[in-house]
């Protein structure tokens, strides 16, 4: 703990924000190191590894603490469905005493422990709007507007910046036809704690992802009347096999055969474990379980316990909804209507990059890194999800949850510091201090 905060004293940003920047009366900041947009679980991996590295940064964070996600918008029953040792970010473990899930709770126990330990201090309440490199002064200027000061916009200026703003920033919500008509409360899963207060209550989960599936087994548990809405397939796996888990079962196939083998393996131990999942309505997609999630990002349920109250009827899978009819009722596309107290849309998220990242076309249309979708070539061999042009890092956007994550991390700061103290061995530059005027500011 102390050597990271000798390091952090050494890079001279370990005190409060104020002191990291130099704010000139044009409203930007000269900032020393990257500048890093996103304090999750990527964004504090990556602060942490240059940490590691002896290479200041500054944290762009729009929400007012570390990890947003895990803390403003996730349900209370929330646990990793990976095992820990897949969730650890770099450097710093689970304590030994957390379960093998953990908990949202146990989580962001470690998080906030993992942010002191490293002094990572981020700048709250500062929302990225705009990041364009400025090729004349080879210099990504990032604009962040913070609510808190009347929605004073502040340039900040870098020759890297680390976009880690997560796969999950916004919600995706469809909008339903007469959606404005419905009389009871619509929510994104996002907004939903527990099942508590719909006791008694017929609610509409609409989406049977990981969120949809897990809404509607802490409904039922909670005396509530959960149906789910399916419009397309998808894949449901039992998150243990053979007393381990899934996840790591596949992780060690994955060393020795090709993907296609390894999801026909899982699928026929799901169909041993779980029965099949479409005689009860949920059709399996005709990619496989990891192939899918590799090619699209769409991730398999891990099933906790869903499962079987599907089986048992106690969740009731409906079709694709067409229209809100007014009052409390509602049409699915097979022409069928019910009345619903409340419906819960968990129909997941999206990245924002696209909104704020002005440079070409470097991110695709729905927020993924463009050099993630393309094959490695040898033309394009030095191309990857994690590292984009003119000193441009990508971190937690490779599609593998918290090891991905972690993993881009690493390379990231590791390729920073790289540039970081070669800067510094040719006199300075931008490990001392980075010159602009203030007139191409
Ligand atoms: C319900 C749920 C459960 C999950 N469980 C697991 C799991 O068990 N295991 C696993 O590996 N993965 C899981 N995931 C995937 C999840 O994406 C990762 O766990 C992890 O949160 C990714 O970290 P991140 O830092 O990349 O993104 P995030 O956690 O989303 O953090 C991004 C941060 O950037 C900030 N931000 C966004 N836009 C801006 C902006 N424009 N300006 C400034 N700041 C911005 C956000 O406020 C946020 O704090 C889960 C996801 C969800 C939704
Ligand atoms: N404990 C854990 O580890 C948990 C992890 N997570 C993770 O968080 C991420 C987000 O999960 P989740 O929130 O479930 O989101 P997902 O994106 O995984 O699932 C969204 C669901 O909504 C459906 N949907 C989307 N749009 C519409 C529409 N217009 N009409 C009908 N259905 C629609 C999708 O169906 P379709 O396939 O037809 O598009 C899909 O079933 C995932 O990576 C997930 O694994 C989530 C919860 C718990
Ligand atoms: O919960 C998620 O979606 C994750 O990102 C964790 C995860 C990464 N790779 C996977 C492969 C199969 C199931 C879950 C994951």
Known sequence: MQEEQAAADAAGNSSPPSHQEQESSGGCCLVRGPIIVGAGPSGLAVAATLRRHAVPFTVLERSDGIADLWTNRTYDRLRLHLPKVFCELPHVGFPADFPTYPSKHDFLRYLRSYAARFAVSPLFGRTVTRARFDAAASLWR???????????????ASPWLVVASGENAEVVEPKVKGRERFAGEALHSSAYRSGERFKGRRVLVVGCGNSGMEMCLDLCELGAMPFMSVRSGVHVLPREMFGTSTFGVAMKLLKWLPIKLVDRFLLLVAKMVLGDTERHGLRRPKLGPLEIKKITGKSPVLDVGAWS??????????????????????????????????VIFATGYRSNVPSWLKDGDLFTEDGKPRAAQEPTTSSNSSCCSWRGPNGLYCVGFSGRGLLGAGADALRAAADIAGRWQAAAAAGGGASSKISIS???V
């Not at 990032?142 to 900040?156: C, F, K, L, P």
């Not at 009827?313 to 409906?318: D, E, S, Y």
């Not at 809100?324 to 019910?338: A, C, K, Q």
Request: aromatic share 8%; charged share 20%; net charge negative.
């Open 142 to 156: 990032v604009t962040a507007v913070s609510a808190a000061d009347g929605g004073r916009a502040t340039e900040y």
């Open 309 to 342: 109250l599907i089986k048992s009827g106690n969740i009731k899978i409906v079709p694709e909804v067409e229209s809100f009819t007014g009052g409390s009722g509602v049409r699915f596309v097979d022409g069928n209507e019910m009345a619903f107290d409340a």
């Open 438 to 440: 203030s007139a191409s």
